[in-house]
């Protein structure tokens, strides 16, 4: 089935055959409710539907985009209908022809440099911002639920809205931002229309978006570490370092790693902020590798749709390798996944 | 850096936490706030940097009467409602048969549903897009209905199966014994048992539809059509912004997601640490 290849190809390349630690349910020895054909017949009932959806509207358009990304596809070769003629579809297949362009061309090279860039950054300052906040949270301090409502509310506001609101504010001729810098003499910033500036600007944007999820779920696993490890540990003597050192960041382990993983995978793909707040500009400054294959189909002319699915498929290529990399490293760690 | 809850510290220390604290607040209230105050200016004093001027609601005014936003908004509206419907049931019987039962096939489920997450919308929009188009659906809500489930319910049934997981398994076998079939079970008792799973991932999928920006800009097109996602791009474009009915469709749009969005995110993270790791 189509729907199974994505996810076995990615289990083989993870090296599924490496014996476990602990199982996951697929030994014989756990207790289950009955065993029988009849169990497996609802369970398969019960899943049917995501296994439909995810079949019709992902995997075969995804075959189809893959397809697409073999042939020379634009808006002037793809079946289409003028008025009552309908014309039908002329592109060709071309191979792999797409790829060795992408690969080698300098557009794509750049814009992914750009995209790493981009998602190491925002990551690694969300987590280290996230984490500090959670820490101060999770001590005993006053207005600590007034703390917490007013740092969530950037998850709270819906992300386009927030975005905007951003743009309101660096605003280069009536942006607040620029406005202040006015007021105490110094000259006006072009936050979004210098390349190097409009990059550190939709990184700030993204950090302040996606600080309050790691906070909060950074909250959930410390409140979750029980409080006699601290007490064993201040009895042995050892400092605040020692026991943030062994006691909090081990038990922080399994948080962290998924929403480490799941940030890198979601800021990857971040498509609205780049796309609301600079379009990809100045230039292709701030393009990352989705905005740019999105620009591909919808917004040049004529419509590029071989190359935007080329620049899909690697996308997807690339995240699939970062998972399964992800996955052995946190095996050799000893994380069950 | 961490102490623990328990001991005694410093005045200057309990200073420095608290100066941390409120700077990080300011700087994640201050766009939202800002906005809210600069819808309550005239439109003419939009750039102006003082907190209040002549406060009138002249913006919302001017919004509802001279432009598309209530069209917009019930866009909006119906197309979230109609995925977290949808969205909902599906990703809660797959999260319960992913939780309770071993079968053939559910690591590859499980990795699917992973796998999803990584989905570029690049790779998917132009072959949707197409589909779309010759069944019709574009510029139809049911259209971004159907799009928008791939997004939702991946994620959600990853969910739901972490709140599964906290249930106990010997509530499954009571029903059993007193002879339920499994779905009776998953029914009867199981579900109401995970009403709070359910507000988190019914809220969750409402969000996703609620805000998403790349199908919607692509898919809709013509004033009447358009989501709010879209139809706040009208007011800040190439030409200039209209800062006033932006910010004030901004608040419009905002205050009753993140008041929702407050009572359900306890909730949310504890989901989402429950279904996240585990398997």
């Known amino acids: ?337 | 850096m961490n102490t623990p809850v328990r001991g005694r510290r410093s005045p200057l220390s309990s200073v420095a936490l608290h100066l941390t604290l409120i700077v990080a607040s300011v700087i994640a209230v201050f766009p939202v706030l800002w906005v809210l105050l600069t819808s309550l200016k005239p439109a003419k004093y939009a750039s102006t940097t003082d907190f209040f001027k002549e406060t009138t609601f002249e913006n919302y005014t001017n919004l509802l009467r001279d432009t598309p936003f209530l069209t917009w908004f019930g866009n909006s509206l119906l197309v979230a409602a109609l995925t977290t419907v949808v969205g909902v049931f599906i990703s809660a019987t797959t999260g319960y048969a992913v939780s309770r039962f071993r079968f053939p096939g559910k690591r590859g489920i499980m990795w699917t549903l992973l796998v999803t997450q990584m989905f570029p919308v690049a790779v998917l929009i132009v072959p949707i897009y197409n589909i779309m188009s010759s069944m019709g659906l574009l510029n139809e809500p049911a259209g971004l209905v159907i799009t928008y489930l791939t997004i939702a319910v991946p994620f959600c049934a990853w969910m739901m199966k972490g709140f599964f997981d906290g249930i106990p398994r010997e509530i499954d076998e009571s029903g059993y014994v007193d002879g339920l079939t499994p779905f009776g079970t998953f029914w009867r008792l199981i579900l109401p048992l995970a009403k709070p799973g359910i507000a988190v991932t019914a809220f969750y999928s409402f969000i996703t539809a609620w805000g998403e920006v790349a199908y919607a800009s692509a898919f809709m097109v013509g004033d009447e059509n358009l989501t709010l996602a879209g139809g706040l791009q009208k007011f800040v474009n190439q030409y200039g912004a209209q800062w006033g009915p932006m910010t004030a469709a901004s608040v419009l749009i905002a205050i009753p997601a993140a008041l929702v969005f407050l009572f359900a995110q306890r909730h949310l993270v504890t989901g989402m640490s429950a279904g996240a790791v585990k398997g």
Not at chain 1, 4 to 27: F, I, Y
Not at chain 1, 321 to 334: E, H, M, S, T
């Open chain 1, 1 to 337: 089935m189509a729907v199974d290849t994505p996810s076995q190809s990615v289990a083989k390349a993870a090296g599924d055959h490496v014996a476990r630690g602990r199982s996951r349910g697929t030994g014989p020895k756990r207790r289950a409710p009955k065993r029988s054909l009849a169990t497996h017949w609802y369970a398969w009932a019960m899943v049917a539907p995501v296994v439909i959806v995810i079949a019709v509207i992902i995997g075969y358009p995804l075959g189809r985009g893959i397809y697409l990304s073999l042939t020379d596809a634009n808006e002037r070769n793809v079946a289409r209908s003028i008025g009552v003629n309908e014309i039908p579809a002329t592109y060709e297949f071309v191979g792999l022809d797409n790829y060795a362009d992408a690969i080698t061309g300098s557009q794509f090279l750049a814009t992914l440099g750009w995209t790493v860039v981009w998602t190491v950054s925002c990551v690694a300052i969300t987590f280290a911002l996230g984490l500090t906040l959670a820490n101060i949270l999770n001590r005993k301090i006053a207005g600590r639920s007034f703390y917490r409502m007013m740092l969530i509310l950037p998850w709270a506001v819906p992300g386009f809205v927030s975005v905007f609101a951003w743009r309101f504010l660096y605003d280069e001729r009536r942006g607040m931002l620029n406005q202040i810098l006015s007021g105490v003499g110094l000259d006006a910033v072009p936050w979004l229309n210098d390349p190097l500036i409009a990059k550190v600007s939709v990184i700030a944007v993204n950090v302040w978006l996606g600080v309050p999820f790691m906070m909060v779920a950074l909250l959930g696993g410390l409140q979750s570490i029980p409080g006699e490890l601290y007490e064993a540990a201040e009895m042995d003597g050892a400092n605040a370092w020692q026991r943030f050192r062994h006691i909090t960041m081990p038990g922080l382990r399994s948080v962290s790693t998924t929403v480490v993983l799941l940030s890198t995978i979601w800021t990857f793909n971040m498509f609205p902020v780049i796309f609301l707040l600079t379009r990809g500009g100045p230039g292709e400054a701030t393009q990352i590798l989705v905005t740019q294959a999105y620009k591909f189909s919808f917004e040049i002319s004529p419509r590029d749709f071989a190359q935007s699915s080329t620049w899909g498929v690697l996308i997807l290529v690339i995240l699939m390798i970062f998972a399964a990399f992800y996955r052995r490293v946190l095996r050799k760690q000893g994380e069950v996944w």
